[in-house]
């Protein structure tokens, strides 16, 4: 079977809004019975996302085989409910490297090796990989704007495959922002058709333009940009802002675009059945109750930092009939004045998720110490799980100066330390315990009890770990290990039976999160702050 390529470009500015609209035209794709993937194509130098600060590039996605890739990805596997694989993100470092190896191998003796066709066709061979296991469909998102010079290849590449694969089996949607002047309430247009100019400079004319808006558009601008962009009137789309990304599929479907691709392509579809991701989304929409979730860590300015962490939150509400209302903390604040954790009373939950480094760690700990002391509902993820351990230790077990050794190397009680393949390690990029493990869930826990299995998959990324030194001191002053790897050489999950819920993870399970289908650990945190909010006794969950 021959797959169809969709390629998805963008202008005018980056986070345009290119990841939603390419998972909303593979959701709508499949909604019509179509079988269908995505790609991200990242034009950058790094190999992968997994050496990149958050405040640069937002949350880095784990795939179940390991990789570290962009949070594009996660849209897709959030929106479509698949599992993408590493080979998914094609970045520039991949493909240079590649070609480089093959060089030095000699798979090039004789030739001068250049950008074209060496590079493109590396490229190419690359996203055709994906085409070839199966799909109807492929999504291929092109990263960065049109008319970056570090996209320039990739461009080519898509502009080749148009040739060699044919205008029936290939498709180019360009996402260009069309902006509001706030005084006149006008939307303008001009940035728009020049990013269209851009894109058919390189050579490549797109097939439909979805206008990125505010609101949607008039006839008279509709009009405009696809007078300017050389197409028919019917090609232009608009994807306003929405309340909840999840509506989009439905809003763009309404305006006729997915119907314009399959007609396009010659791809026989089935009647879209809307019911079930209809209701998943009223889900969001309609919950009247909020709780309050305070998000506390050291990237708290930047949403894109935790996008899978707020979407699991927001999926555990929509499934207990609530409304998350994330409070965002900047755990630095804390470490410059102690007392503002009593705010924390005004919030149902703590969440500390994963990161790095020292700063901030000992504002997070202040927090995790009063959501134990005031039975306030805590979950902690990765960093936020070795955190809970070591203000454990302090506080609880005697050890004042218990830490980390990857914040006080010289700490005389390295209560979270250093896993032990990881001593010999030298290189950084991809080289943490990452992707999906086994996890084993003893009886009778909140971890049993919430992920109703005995043995749980889930994904990783770390390379410290609670040391097994220090195990029999934790459990003995109260913690309970409730989750451990298969041969129990190392802790997943760790809770306090008497609290009213308080309970860590060494694995990300944002990742795995779904709309309609929460993460486990997430609802409990949700569902535990709604009971706290209504001073209900804890639930059993």
């Not at 993100?89 to 950008?115: A, K, M």
């Not at 004042?400 to 190397?409: C, H, Q, R, V, W």
């Not at 030298?426 to 919430?450: F, H, Q, S, V």
Request: hydrophobic share 35%; proline share 5%.
């Amino acid at each position: 079977m021959v797959s169809k390529y969709i390629f998805v470009t963008g202008g005018v500015l980056s986070s345009v809004g290119k990841g939603i609209v390419t998972s909303s035209i593979g959701k709508m794709l499949q909604a019509r019975g179509l079988k269908v993937t995505a790609v991200k194509i990242d034009p950058y130098v790094n190999v992968d996302s997994g050496t990149m600060n958050p405040f640069q590039h937002g949350e880095v996605f784990v795939t179940e085989d390991g990789g570290e890739i962009d949070m594009d990805m996660g849209h897709y596997e959030r929106f479509l409910n698949i599992e993408v694989s590493k080979q998914q993100n094609i970045t520039t470092g991949q493909v240079y490297w590649s070609v480089i190896d093959r060089e030095r191998r000699g798979d090039f003796l004789g030739q001068c090796v250049q950008i074209i066709p060496h590079v493109t066709d590396e490229i190419k061979d690359r996203i055709r990989n994906v085409g070839n296991r199966g799909w109807d469909l492929v999504l291929v998102e092109c990263g960065g704007t049109v008319g970056d010079i570090e996209g320039l290849p990739f461009l080519e590449a898509a502009r080749q495959m148009r040739l060699e694969d044919g205008f029936d089996n290939t498709f180019f949607v360009h996402v260009a922002l069309v902006p509001t002047i706030d005084v006149t309430g006008e939307s303008k247009t001009k940035p728009a058709q020049h990013s269209v100019q851009e894109l058919r400079r390189i050579g490549i004319q797109p097939d439909v333009i979805v206008a990125r808006s505010s609101k949607l558009l008039e006839k008279d601008a509709l009009r405009k940009i696809a007078l300017f962009g050389s197409v028919d009137e019917k090609a232009v789309f608009v994807s306003p802002t929405v309340k909840c990304v999840y509506e989009l599929p439905r809003i763009l479907d309404e305006q006729g675009l997915a119907g314009y691709i399959c007609e396009r392509l010659s791809v026989r579809a089935l009647q879209p059945d809307w019911s079930e991701w209809t209701s998943t989304v009223k889900s969001f929409t309609d919950a009247k109750d909020v709780v309050k979730i305070a998000m506390l860590g050291k990237y708290a300015k930047l949403v894109d930092s935790y996008v899978s962490v707020n979407e699991a939150l927001r999926h555990a509400g929509a499934a207990a009939g609530v409304r998350v209302e994330i409070v965002w903390i900047d755990s630095d604040e804390y470490e410059r004045n102690p007392e503002k954790t009593s705010e924390l009373s005004g919030c149902h939950g703590l969440l500390v998720p994963g990161g790095f480094g020292p700063r901030g760690t000992e504002g997070k700990m202040l927090g995790i110490k009063y959501a134990r002391e005031n039975n306030l509902p805590f979950l902690g993820i990765c960093y936020g799980f070795q955190l809970a351990s070591i203000e454990f230790a302090r506080n609880v077990c005697g050890l004042k100066l218990a830490n980390s050794s990857e914040i006080d190397p010289r700490t005389p009680h390295p209560v979270v330390d250093l896993l032990p393949e990881q001593k010999s390690i030298e290189y950084k990029g991809a080289t943490m315990r990452l992707g999906a493990y086994p996890i084993k869930l003893r009886p009778n826990t909140i971890a049993r009890r919430l992920y109703r299995a005995e043995k749980i998959h889930e994904r990783h990324r770390h390379r410290y770990e609670i040391n097994p030194d220090y195990w029999n001191i934790l459990t003995g002053h109260g913690i309970l290990f409730s989750g451990t790897t298969e041969d129990e050489s190392r802790i997943e999950v760790l809770e306090l039976p008497n609290h009213y819920f308080f309970f860590g993870t060494q694995f990300h399970p944002e990742f795995k999160s779904r709309p309609g289908r929460p993460d486990p650990a997430y609802y409990g945190l949700v569902k535990s702050g709604l009971d706290h909010k209504h001073g209900l006794p804890a639930s059993e969950l």
